[in-house]
C-alpha cells in the first residue's frame, strides 16, 4: 500500500487511477491525430500547440477522472457484482458526453476539432469497457495476490478474517485461519503448517499475529523463523488501521497510543493548520452569503420559531462552547430531553431535511471557525450530556477533545451519522485515526472528500 496525505491506499487503485489517466488522454489525442492528421501536421500541431489542444485533452482527463471518483470507481469495493462497475462507468461516460456537449455549445472556441469530442467519447467508452474487464480478469490472478495466514482464533482474528475478504483491492487472500480452536491445538497446527513451508514454501507470504492474549501462546520461534525466511510479521492492528482508515478500539491500550508514532503536531504545523481553517472558511462564508437570505426565508416559512438555532457543545480541552445552525427540527423538537437524531427523524422539517443532507444548516458554524472555537476540520462536536455519557461507556473518548472540533472530519466522509453507542464507537475510531495522523495534507484531503459527500448527501439525516 501507498501512503499518501497520511491515508494509505492500495497500489493497484493507484496504478488503476494512472493507467486510466493515460487512456483518457490517449483517446482524445488519437482521435484527435485520425480526424486532423489527413489534413496535414501543420493542422494537427496547430490544433494541439497553438490552439492548446493539448491543455483541452488534459483538461477532459482531469473531468473524467473526477466524474469516475465522485461514482466511486476509485474508492474501496463497495460494489458485489462487475456489472455494477460497467453501469456506473457508463454513467460517467454519459454525464461527460453532456457536459463537454453543453460547454462546446456555449463556447464553441473551446472544441478542439470537428467531431474529435464525439470520436474520442466513442473511442474512450470501448477502451474504458475492455480495460475495466482486462483490470478486474488480472487482479485476481495468483501471481497478484498475496496469500496470508491469520496467526488467532477469536474475535479480533475474525474481524481481520473479514476485512481481508471483503477488501477486495487489498490484494491480499486469506489461505487459512485457526478459527475456534483451543490454544494447544492451534499452536500444533500452526506448527504443523510451519514444517509444510519448511518443505515446500508454497503457500504463506505474510502472517497476522491476531491472537487475543500474546504472553503464553504466540510462537515467538516459529515467528520468528517464517521472518528470517522472507515471510511478513504483522500486527493486526497496524493492517486494520490500513485498510479500514481508522484506529481499532478491540486491544487498544494506552501503551499503544504512547509508543506509536502520531498524536502530535508542531506548532508551526498547528499554525498552519488555523490558517488554513480561517482561508477555507472566510471563503465558504464570501460563497454562501448571497444564499443567506433566502435559506432565512424558507426556515422562517417552514415552520415557526426562530430562523437560528444554538446549542452548548464540548471543544478543545472539554472547555464550552456556543455552537450555532440553521434550525432544522421543530421549536419543541427537545421538549423530552436530549436525544440523537434518528433516519427520518419526525422532528426534522421538510426544508431542514434537505438543509441537513446538503449541509446548509452548518453555514452559521463558519462564524465558530472564525472565533477559534472549531476548526474547519476535526472531530464533530457533541454535547455535554452526551460526553459524560459516553467517556464512561467508551475507552478513550476523551481523546477526540485533544483538538479543535471541525465543521467536517474524517468520520464524517468515511462514516454514516452515528445516532447509537456502537455507531459513536465506530465514529470514534475515524475520529482517533484523525487525531493520530493530523497534516495539513490530510485536511486538505477531507476537504476534498467533503464535496463529493454534499454532492452525493451522505451521512446526514
Not at 53 to 75: E, R, S, W
Not at 99 to 109: C, E, N, Q, T
Not at 432 to 456: A, C, N, P, R, W
Request: glycine content about 6%.
Amino acid at each position: 500500500m501507498i501512503r499518501l496525505f497520511n491515508v494509505y491506499y492500495p497500489t493497484r487503485t493507484l496504478v488503476l487511477l494512472v493507467c486510466e489517466a493515460l487512456l483518457v488522454g490517449g483517446s482524445f489525442l488519437l482521435a484527435t491525430a485520425c480526424l486532423l492528421g489527413p489534413g496535414g501536421s501543420v493542422v494537427l500541431i496547430n490544433a494541439l500547440v497553438y490552439e492548446n489542444g493539448l491543455l483541452k485533452i488534459a483538461v477532459i482527463t482531469a473531468m473524467t477522472l473526477l466524474l469516475t471518483y465522485y461514482f466511486d470507481l476509485y474508492g474501496p469495493r463497495r460494489t458485489s457484482a462487475n456489472w455494477e462497475i460497467y453501469f456506473r462507468l457508463m454513467l460517467v461516460l454519459s454525464v461527460l458526453s453532456f457536459v463537454l456537449a453543453g460547454i462546446v455549445y456555449r463556447f464553441p472556441d473551446l472544441d478542439i476539432g470537428p467531431y474529435v469530442l464525439v470520436a474520442g467519447v466513442s473511442l474512450l467508452t470501448l477502451v474504458l469497457v475492455v480495460w475495466r474487464w482486462a483490470y478486474e480478469w488480472i487482479i485476481v490472478l495468483p501471481v497478484f495476490r498475496e496469500r496470508v495466514y491469520v496467526l488467532g482464533s477469536g474475535k479480533r482474528a475474525r474481524a481481520v478474517v473479514e476485512l481481508l475478504r471483503g477488501s477486495r483491492d487489498a490484494g491480499m487472500e486469506v489461505v487459512d485461519w485457526q478459527g475456534e480452536s483451543k490454544a494447544q491445538g492451534r499452536l500444533d497446527r500452526f506448527a504443523a503448517e510451519l514444517r509444510a513451508f519448511r518443505k515446500h514454501r508454497p503457500s504463506i507470504d505474510r502472517v497476522i499475529v491476531a491472537m487475543e492474549d500474546r504472553r503464553e501462546s504466540m510462537p515467538v520461534r516459529e515467528l520468528l523463523e517464517l521472518r528470517v525466511r522472507g515471510v511478513i510479521i504483522e500486527n493486526s492492528s497496524a493492517l486494520m488501521e490500513r485498510l479500514s482508515g481508522k484506529l481499532p478500539l478491540d486491544g487498544l491500550n494506552p501503551s499503544t497510543l504512547i509508543f506509536t508514532e502520531g498524536f502530535r503536531m508542531s506548532p508551526s504545523q498547528q499554525l498552519f493548520r488555523r490558517l488554513l481553517s480561517l482561508t477555507v472558511s472566510l471563503i465558504a462564508l464570501i460563497i454562501c452569503l448571497p444564499f443567506i437570505p433566502l435559506i432565512i426565508l424558507v426556515v422562517r416559512l417552514s415552520s415557526p420559531g426562530p430562523i437560528f438555532f444554538s446549542q452548548t457543545r464540548v471543544g478543545q480541552r472539554g472547555r464550552l462552547f456556543t455552537a450555532y445552525k440553521f434550525r432544522t427540527m421543530r421549536e419543541d423538537a427537545e421538549a423530552q430531553g436530549a436525544v440523537w437524531a434518528a433516519k427520518d427523524d419526525p422532528r426534522v422539517t421538510s426544508i431542514g431535511r434537505f438543509m441537513r443532507s446538503t449541509r446548509l444548516d452548518e453555514i452559521p458554524q463558519l462564524w465558530n471557525v472564525l472565533r477559534g472555537e472549531m476548526a474547519f476540520v476535526g472531530p464533530r462536536p457533541e454535547r455535554p450530556e452526551f460526553v459524560q455519557w459516553l467517556s464512561q461507556e467508551i475507552p478513550f473518548y476523551d481523546l477526540r477533545h485533544m483538538i479543535r472540533p471541525g465543521i467536517t472530519g474524517w468520520a464524517q466522509v468515511r462514516y454514516r451519522y452515528g445516532a447509537s453507542l456502537e455507531e459513536t464507537k465506530h465514529k470514534l475510531e475515524y475520529d482517533l485515526y484523525y487525531v493520530k495522523h493530523q497534516s495539513i495534507g490530510l485536511d486538505l484531503l477531507i476537504m476534498f472528500e467533503t464535496i463529493k459527500t454534499i454532492i452525493l448527501r451522505r451521512g446526514a439525516q
